[in-house]
């Protein structure tokens, strides 16, 4: 791009998505170490950083994947969005728990991936649903028995799923080999069940009829639940005995004025044998002056669990505490709600002795992290619940990681290492800054996406100047007018706020869906609508009315039209990703079940459309003869020679089929080629103009975020990565060119280290030479923009990898962005959602008065 070439900008700020608050985070528990042998030593092994589940008031759940690389201990992008479980529409998320799906063949020192875990939600009705985390739907779902689901908790051992419920029972359900079944019901109580958790496991006892060495090392490496506890809305808390199910003690809690107590979370403390309890009272009133709004109290208390007597309360909180997290070494709580303070406690020394008296729990800090209400808690590593004897030993000079996360949509990560820890140098692994502990450290916003795993809601239709934005089950469309022309004073300035005259409001729709929306697309000469659910995917002729309002129709047959194409068993048409070509002739369709890719022949305007072909190479687990796809591929990989033959025949893929999602599709400009990417890594290339399997990347070792080809040089194709590195593809060539090694592997620290991943990559169309343009969020939530010049066919010159990056610029006066890319040629649309928008939306944060405070 030339000095001084000036753009057309459309900031837009006008559509408004919301995103969805955030009800529930979850981490994966770690493998039992066994009983009869020395528990493994966690600070000898490599620091790993484990899947975060995100749960929404929407009813979907993010999983999201650390994008550092192994062995590295900081990541300044932290976790990003890799799919998004949707949920029905409508439902929520309230509930989250993992579960280790056959315990026994996870080693100890190993953290448990997608594939080894099992998740589940809970919704405040009383099904109790597992999803399938590959193929991104509900596995199965089984009845509480007992009413709403009001808390949920898996045992350390991951074999019993405890629920609390609505009728006041505690209902055990058996893991045991992935299987999802009733096993107990406890005595009921006359309130409802709020919260859960469970008492350290004891080893399971050997059978005294043999000897040590006829004793099998199955029935001897075991854990045996004995206790767990239970938080009521009747101002107590219940030790129960998981063998009878009965209960061992009750703990009453504070009434005041006859208000009940609520307890909504509880946490166990194998490590120093004692019981943490979060006490929340509702509401109070203050009777001397009734002009005060009502005031909300909240303690932590700390109980004994062997007497079952309270040792210590903190009224820390102004307002009902809802969650709380501990440490992973058992000495530091972590609590929050709606007064958005979220407190440390932490179990210290308070005199010389070494006896148990000498040391107490004490406040030791308070931060407000968050705008609104906080909703969950969790921490990374986790806590397990073990006996003293096992107690699991973590790295000490790398800082664990909290994760929050409420009403504000946003969830925020913090370093908390411990105010008491004795070692010189702690390990950030979110790069914030040089301070690590939990007082003093920095934390840090994840974005939030406007759309299911991690893809845009929002489109453009380049040739009709029409913006198209999904919401949970339904859609906006807005046309943009044309700027005006401007005088040479003008021109000097590059951007501009679209003013009111700069847009309207042409379509807005509610669609009858059963689940929320998984993906949209709009073609590029605003003809063609397609959306779809999990289940079905719906097409829409678009058409203008004289007034400039767009009417849809929908082709009512299309999802017949697909089944024709899919096993005869397939009960869904769905699409998890949608792309029309740039001349809206064909359109694309990635598959939400079973991972098809389906290329569709829209026709002319009276006829139907038609499926030229189905492609399966993402099904299949390699389609390279002896594994040249290789998960971890160094950078500077290339292929020797073409990836196959190009023929698409189904005898050379002998692998078995594999559960994936193929989240990314692109086609070239000029419309002969397509690029697929899944869940795998794994990224496959197709001519369109043959109809036929072209070649498959190495893959690497995360999913691209985006891919895209260069509009000026069709062959070359962009794939951008969560941890902001990029890779290019010759896909004529079927080889990364030498040209671009350089550029990969020398981009800007300054944009590798950005707190925020890659959106998108786009490009301008009027550019003679091509220019990449990757678009990401700075730590503030803010846009860059990188540009980078290659000049010729033959690649790049030296310069363009120079020391000073003088070809690179960072913008970062713009707001939170939900999307970027070109209406036309040197005409850039951005679109804003500024997080005081969206916040203005909520109800009112609490706010507490102070007296006499200026």
Not at 48 to 63: P, S
Not at 772 to 794: C, I, P, Q, V
Request: charged share 20%; aromatic share 8%; hydrophobic share 35%.
């Amino acid at each position: 791009m030339s000095e001084g070439t000036t753009l057309a900008l459309h900031r837009c700020r006008f559509v408004d998505f919301n995103p969805s608050p955030i009800t529930a985070l979850a981490f994966p528990p770690l493998p039992l170490p066994s009983p009869n042998k020395k528990p493994t030593s966690f600070g000898k092994q490599p620091l790993r950083f484990g899947t975060l589940a995100v749960g929404h008031a929407n009813g979907n759940i993010d999983l999201c994947e650390w994008t550092g690389a192994e062995g590295d201990l900081q990541s300044s992008q932290a976790w990003a969005i890799r799919t998004t479980l949707v949920g029905p529409y409508p439902s929520k998320v309230d509930s989250l728990a993992f579960a280790i799906r056959y315990p026994d063949d996870v080693p100890t020192e190993n953290v448990p991936s997608c594939s080894d875990l099992r998740l589940f939600s809970s919704g405040g009705g009383s099904e109790l649903l597992e999803w399938d985390m590959n193929r991104g739907c509900v596995r199965r779902t089984i009845s509480s028995q007992g009413g709403s689901i009001w808390s949920m908790s898996v045992n350390p051992a991951s074999t019993l799923l405890a629920l609390g419920c609505e009728d006041g029972t505690v209902r055990l359900l058996s893991l045991a080999n992935d299987t999802l079944t009733h096993h107990r019901r406890f005595d009921r109580v006359k309130c409802r069940v709020l919260s859960i958790a469970w008492g350290p496991p004891t080893p399971r006892a050997s059978s005294s009829s043999k000897t040590a060495d006829e004793s099998s090392d199955d029935e001897d490496d075991g854990w045996t639940d004995t206790w767990l506890v239970t938080g009521g809305s009747d101002s107590s808390l219940r030790k129960w005995d998981v063998g009878s199910g009965r209960p061992l003690d009750r703990m009453g809690t504070d009434k005041i004025r006859g208000e009940r107590t609520l307890v909504w979370s509880v946490g166990v403390l194998g490590s120093v044998c004692s019981l943490s309890c979060l006490v929340c009272v509702e509401e109070l009133f203050l009777e001397m002056v009734q002009s005060y709004p009502a005031i909300r109290l909240a303690w932590s208390k700390f109980w004994d669990s062997r007497t079952c007597t309270q040792l210590q309360s903190f009224q820390a909180h102004g307002a009902d505490v809802l969650c709380l997290t501990v440490d992973p070494t058992g000495t530091a709580v972590y609590t929050s709600g709606v007064d958005q303070k979220i407190t440390q406690f932490c179990f210290v020394k308070t005199s010389g002795g070494d006896k148990s008296s000498a040391r107490r729990w004490i406040q030791t800090s308070s931060r407000r992290m968050h705008s609104h209400d906080v909703r969950a808690l969790v921490i990374w590593p986790p806590y397990t619940t073990l006996p003293p004897s096992h107690k699991r030993q973590f790295p000490m000079d790398i800082a664990p990681i909290l994760a929050s996360g409420g009403l504000d949509m946003s969830v925020v990560v913090t370093p908390a290492a411990l105010p008491t820890s004795t070692v010189v140098k702690i390990v950030n692994p979110i790069s914030t800054s040089t301070h690590s502990t939990f007082e003093d450290s920095y934390h840090r916003r994840l974005a939030y996406s406007s759309g299911p795993s991690s893809s845009s809601a929002i489109h453009v239709a380049r040739e009709a100047r029409l913006l198209c934005c999904a919401r949970d089950a339904g859609l906006g469309i807005w046309r943009i007018n044309k700027k005006p022309a401007r005088t040479a004073d003008e021109e000097a300035t590059t951007e501009g706020d679209i003013d009111a005259a700069g847009w309207e409001k042409v379509l807005d729709m509610e669609l009858n869906v059963h689940t929320n929306l998984l993906a949209t697309a709009i073609s590029s000469n605003g003809r063609w609508l397609v959306l779809s659910d999990l289940y079905e995917s719906k097409l829409f002729s678009l058409s203008s009315s004289p007034d400039g309002v767009i009417k849809p129709k929908r082709i009512r047959d299309f999802s017949a039209i697909l089944q024709a194409h899919l096993p005869p068993k397939s009960t869904s048409t769905g699409g998890l990703a949608f792309h029309f070509t740039p001349d809206s002739s064909k359109l694309v369709i990635s598959t939400a079940v079973g991972s098809y890719i389906l290329v569709v022949d829209l026709g002319a305007e009276d006829e139907k459309p038609r499926v030229l072909r189905r492609f399966d190479h993402h099904r299949h687990g390699s389609s390279i003869p002896g594994d040249r796809v290789v998960k971890g591929r160094p950078a500077d990989a290339e292929i020797d020679g073409p990836a196959n033959d190009g023929e698409d025949s189904d005898n050379e893929i002998s692998s078995a089929p594999i559960s994936t999602s193929i989240l990314r599709l692109a086609t070239s400009f000029d419309g002969q080629w397509l690029a697929s990417s899944d869940t795998h890594a794994r990224t496959h290339v197709y001519n369109l103009d043959s109809i036929q399997h072209h070649c498959v990347l190495p893959s690497f070792p995360q999913a691209a975020q985006a891919i895209s080809f260069d509009p000026s040089r069709p062959n070359i194709l962009i794939l951008a990565f969560p941890n902001n590195s990029i890779q290019v593809f010759d896909v004529e060539s079927r080889q990364f060119p030498s040209w671009s090694k350089d550029i990969c592997s020398n981009l800007p620290k300054k944009f590798t280290r950005t707190h925020d991943h890659i959106l998108g990559v786009t490009f301008d169309p009027a550019l003679a030479g091509p220019s990449l343009k990757a678009t990401s969020l700075d730590d503030s939530g803010r846009s860059g923009n990188k540009k980078r010049r290659r000049e010729g066919d033959s690649g790049p010159q030296i310069d363009a990898v120079s020391e000073d990056h003088a070809n690179f610029k960072m913008v970062t006066h713009y707001r939170p962005i939900l999307f970027i890319d070109f209406l036309a040629p040197r005409e850039l649309v951005v679109v804003e959602r500024p997080l005081v928008d969206v916040l203005a939306t909520l109800p009112p944060a609490y706010f507490a008065h102070k007296y006499g405070a200026s």
